[in-house]
């Protein structure tokens, strides 16, 4: 199946810096790319929908001057979380449709970055 | 807008069989999908239904009915390996044409010998 690669799997900064997390499709291509963050023993929630060439739409409580998401090229979407916060500390997950796909609809999900803010 | 709910926990014997429900309600449909994720790790692919009735693979199977907004999970011959999350989502029709997903709570199901 398709293979999506995100990165870091694992990041602490501390309170009020920025980190990037990385998001590729390695052998397709892919228009939209999708954002969510879980939280411990919680299920998944949408942040935002990254549009390559376009601005990302953001789910409605999610601060989009924070959550920066840029949608570079066909095959890269990249999350800046800004000065972040200890609340901040999630488990972040990138997935991609493989549009290629016939019959399935399915996404596909990097490994996930677990951001730990001290 | 949507909603989708499943059993917080569950608990089965292995070699057993076990069947975790899943109810929805939202904005259009377009594929409902069921994912296994162990912690701390990003969830895999299990299943998917569009059209109503079962679907097999393996040891699971899933099962769809969007007349009542109802799907199950079936998994057979329970193995330890098995304990995990499973997620129930469902893509709905959300603003501008996007075709995200939206996620269950999850079903944490502990495997016990």
């Known amino acids: 199946g398709a293979v999506v690669s995100q990165h870091p799997s694992r990041v602490i900064c501390k309170s009020g810096t920025s980190v990037k997390i990385e998001c590729r499709s390695l052998d397709f291509q892919a228009t939209t790319m999708f954002w969510y963050r879980q939280f411990p023993k919680q299920s998944l929630m949408l942040m935002a929908t990254s549009n390559e060439g376009s601005k990302a739409t953001y789910e409605q409580g999610v601060e989009k001057d924070k959550f920066l998401i840029n949608h570079a090229s066909l095959t890269l979407s990249t999350l800046t979380v800004t000065s972040a916060h200890p609340e901040d500390s999630s488990f972040y997950i990138c997935?991609?449709?493989?549009?290629?796909?016939?019959?399935?609809?399915?996404?596909?999900f990097g490994q996930g970055t677990r951001l730990t803010v001290v | 807008g949507q909603n989708i709910d499943q059993p917080t926990e569950m608990t089965a014997t292995e070699g057993a069989i076990v069947q975790i429900n899943c109810t929805y309600q939202?904005?259009?449909?377009?594929?409902l999908f069921w994912y296994q994720q162990h912690a701390g790790e990003a969830p895999t692919f299990l299943s998917y239904n569009v059209l109503d009735g079962l679907e097999e693979k393996g040891r699971f199977s899933s099962f769809l009915s969007r007349s009542k907004g109802y799907s199950y999970l079936l998994l057979k011959e329970l193995q330890m390996k098995d304990s995990a999350s499973y997620l129930c989502a469902v893509m709905g029709d959300m603003d501008m044409g996007r075709r995200a997903l939206t996620f269950g709570s999850g079903t944490r199901l502990q495997v016990q010998p």
């Open positions: 939202t904005s259009g449909f377009n594929g």
């Open positions: 997935s991609a449709r493989d549009y290629r796909w016939q019959g399935i609809d399915e996404a596909f």
